[in-house]
């Protein structure tokens, strides 16, 4: 089992930054893929960012390429999502994944999830 906490969620104004955490335990965590999801309220749970397990290998939704960063400490067992440029179209519960040593951009691809952060940004 790997066990995930995130934190960092909060109310932002448009234009504004925030990072986000996501705090691992219970299993090797430098053998995970880490991927940041969010859901707006009414909406489908939707791919925002992914990392390898050795951080070689990031992805993007389109939707956040540019303005999100994802990273990796292995040493801290902490996945994070910087976010700049924040748009009120960002606000949702942030969630983070957790797959064994592929990264993937599906939902479905992922077998462990935080209870998620949210973030608002207002306009």
């Known amino acids: 089992q790997v066990q995930l906490v995130e934190s960092g969620g909060g109310l932002v104004q448009a234009g504004g930054s925030l990072r986000l955490s996501c705090a691992a335990s219970?299993?090797?965590?430098?053998?995970?893929?880490m991927g940041w999801f969010r859901q707006a309220p009414g909406k489908e749970r939707e791919f925002e960012a992914a990392?390898?397990?050795?951080?070689?290998?990031?992805t993007y939704a389109d939707s956040v390429k540019g303005r999100f960063t994802i990273s990796r400490d292995n040493a801290k067992n902490t996945v994070f999502l910087q976010m700049n440029n924040l748009k009120p179209e960002d606000t949702a519960v942030y969630y983070c994944?957790?797959?064994?040593?592929?990264?993937?951009?599906?939902?479905?691809?992922?077998?462990?999830w935080g209870q998620g952060t949210t973030v608002t940004v207002s306009s």
């Open positions: 990392i390898s397990p050795n951080g070689g290998r990031i």
């Open positions: 219970g299993r090797t965590f430098s053998n995970y893929a």
């Open positions: 994944a957790a797959r064994y040593a592929v990264t993937g951009v599906f939902t479905r691809d992922y077998d462990y």
